[in-house]
Structure formats: C-alpha cells, structure tokens
C-alpha cells in the first residue's frame, strides 16, 4: 500500500503532461489541414514508385 503513494502521484503528473501536450497541439493548430488531407487521398502520382528508364 506505500507505493501507491508513489504511484498515484506519478501517474496524475504524466496523465496532466500529456494533457498539457494535446492542448499545446490544438493551439498551435496542428489538427487543421481538412483541404489537405483530402487532397492526399485522391492524389494518384506518388514520388515513391520506381522510375521507369
């Protein structure tokens, strides 16, 4: 039972830190490309196909 006072803790810093890093990302806007993505899966000419010679 003492760990759990280790453990509890802990565990609501790294759940609050990733919190912290999911609000960090909606501010900064990274989840805003619908245009683009949609755009990526219609997109038919990839750069990673062998060259034909």
């Known amino acids: 039972m ?12 790294l759940g609050g830190l990733g ?9 900064t806007r990274q989840y805003d490309d619908p245009e683009g993505d949609a755009r990526r899966i219609l997109r038919t000419d990839y750069d990673d196909r ?3 010679d």
Do not use: C, E
């Open 19 to 27: 919190l912290a890093a999911f609000l960090w990302t909606l501010r």
């Open 50 to 52: 062998p060259k034909q």
């Open 2 to 13: 003492d760990v759990l006072a280790y453990l509890i803790p802990i565990s609501l810093f």
